[in-house]
C-alpha cells in the first residue's frame, strides 16, 4: 500500500511544543511556561474584541491597514513599510519561504527560537545552528558560518529562551560584515521590556540598510497571545515580497481590534515593563539565594540552571505539585534548565518559595 509522502527533510523536523497550560487534579494552575504578560489582556482591547464580534462574518481588512497605521503612529513608522502576519510566526515563515528553500542556508543561534529551525527546513533550506558564547549569541562565530549558499540569518534579540541580549552597536557591526544579499531577521518579540540604554529593537538598522527586517509581536507585553498578531517592518522590496504572498484576510476582525485598542491603553506598556523590572531581579535574586544559577535575561523570564537534567527534571515535578508550571527547554539543547515567566507579584513569591523548598529538601536526601 502507498500513500503521499512529504519531503524527506520535514519528517525530521520535530513539532513545536508549546508550554503546559494545565495541571490535571490541581486546585490552582499558575502557568509561567509561555511568557505571556503578567496582567492579562489590556481592558481596552477586551472591549473592542467584545464589540468586534458581532461583525466578524465580515472578512477583516485583508491589509490590515488600520492596524498598520496605528503601529506606525505609536513607533513613528511609515505603514507601507509595515506587514501585519498571525503572530511573528506567521512572518518568520513567509520570509523562510520567500528567501530560504533548496540550496539556501539559514544561519540562527544555537539556543535561538525554535521556530527558525522549523521554518527554515519547512522551506528547504539548510539550517546552521552557530554555537553560542555564555548562552548568548556569537555574531563573531555567526559571520564565520556565513558562506556563498547563505541567504538568511535570525536573531531573536532579546533571545528566548536564554534571555540573553546582544547590544545595538554589534548588531550593527555585524550587519556591516555581512554579505549584502544575506537578509537579517531581528526578531525583537520582548523589546518593550528592555530598558538597557545600548539597545535598540532595529528599528534604525531597518531605516539604515536595505537589508534588515524587524519582527514584533503582541502576544507578550500587550498580552494578546491568544490572538495571534504581529508584524514587521522592513526595507520596501522585502515589504512588497511579503504581501505577495502572505494569506488573504491574515489577520482576523478580531484580533485587529484588539491590538488597535491594546496600543491605545494609556499606561499599559509602561506598567508591564516597570512591574518587570522590579520582580524579574525579585526572582533572579530569590532563586539564587537558594542556590539556583539564573543566567542574565532581558525578557519577562528568567533561565534557572539545575546543573544536570535529572535536577531540572525535579524541579518542575517538584513545581507542579504545588500548581506552578514552569517552561522544560530540552528542545532548545537545555535539558538542565527551567525557564519561568515573571508573573504577578504574588507568583514570583511562591516560585522562590517552592524552589527554595526544593532545595532544601534535596540537601536533606
Given at each position: ?11 525530521g ?17 499558575i ?23 458581532a ?37 518568520l ?15 540562527m543561534s ?17 539550517v ?56 537579517l ?45 504581529g ?7 522585502v515589504?512588497d ?7 488573504a484576510f ?26 518587570n ?8 535574586e ?18 534557572a ?61
Amino acid at each position: 500500500m502507498t500513500t503521499a509522502l512529504p519531503r524527506p527533510e520535514i519528517l525530521g523536523i520535530q513539532a513545536y511544543v508549546g508550554g503546559e497550560s494545565t495541571l490535571p487534579g490541581a486546585n490552582r494552575t499558575i502557568k509561567l511556561s509561555s511568557n505571556e504578560g503578567a496582567f492579562g489582556v489590556p481592558p481596552g482591547a477586551q472591549a473592542a474584541m467584545q464589540a468586534a464580534i458581532a461583525a466578524s462574518y465580515r472578512y477583516p481588512d485583508g491589509g490590515s491597514d488600520a492596524l498598520r497605521a496605528a503601529i506606525g503612529r505609536r513607533w513613528d513608522l511609515d505603514p507601507d513599510r509595515i506587514v501585519c502576519g498571525t503572530g511573528s510566526d506567521d512572518l518568520l515563515y513567509l520570509l523562510s519561504l520567500a528567501y530560504g528553500g533548496p540550496g539556501r542556508d539559514i544561519i540562527m543561534s544555537a539556543h535561538g527560537f525554535a521556530i527558525f529551525h522549523i521554518a527554515g527546513t519547512f522551506a528547504g533550506s539548510r539550517v546552521i545552528k552557530v554555537p553560542e558564547r555564555n548562552l548568548t549569541t556569537d555574531l563573531d562565530a555567526m559571520l564565520a558560518a556565513v558562506s556563498p549558499s547563505t541567504r538568511l540569518i535570525f536573531l531573536a534579540n532579546p533571545n528566548n529562551p536564554t534571555g540573553s541580549m546582544v547590544t545595538e552597536a554589534e548588531i550593527a557591526r555585524f550587519r556591516a560584515a555581512l554579505p549584502p544579499e544575506v537578509l537579517l531577521v531581528l526578531d525583537s518579540a520582548y523589546a518593550e521590556y528592555v530598558t538597557r540604554a545600548d539597545y535598540d529593537a532595529g528599528v534604525r538598522l531597518v531605516d539604515a540598510t536595505d537589508n534588515t527586517v524587524m519582527t514584533r509581536t503582541f502576544s507578550k507585553v500587550f498580552g494578546l497571545g491568544g490572538m495571534r498578531v504581529g508584524w514587521c517592518y522592513g526595507p520596501p522590496s522585502v515589504i512588497d515580497v511579503l504581501n505577495r504572498v502572505r494569506c488573504a484576510f491574515n489577520v482576523s476582525l478580531p484580533a485587529q481590534a484588539a491590538a488597535i485598542a491594546a496600543l491605545a491603553e494609556p499606561g499599559w506598556v509602561e506598567m508591564c515593563r516597570d512591574h518587570n523590572a522590579i520582580w524579574r531581579p525579585r526572582l533572579t535574586e530569590g532563586l539564587q539565594a537558594a542556590g539556583i544559577k539564573v543566567w542574565p535575561s532581558e525578557g519577562n523570564f528568567v533561565l534557572a540552571d539545575f546543573g544536570t537534567t535529572e535536577r531540572a527534571n525535579a524541579a518542575d515535578g517538584f513545581m507542579k505539585g504545588r500548581g506552578i508550571i514552569a517552561r522544560k527547554v530540552g528542545g532548545y539543547g537545555l535539558p538542565h534548565c527551567l525557564r519561568i515567566t515573571v508573573g504577578t507579584g504574588e507568583e514570583v513569591e511562591l516560585v522562590i518559595d517552592a524552589l527554595t523548598a526544593f532545595q532544601r529538601d534535596s540537601a536533606r536526601g
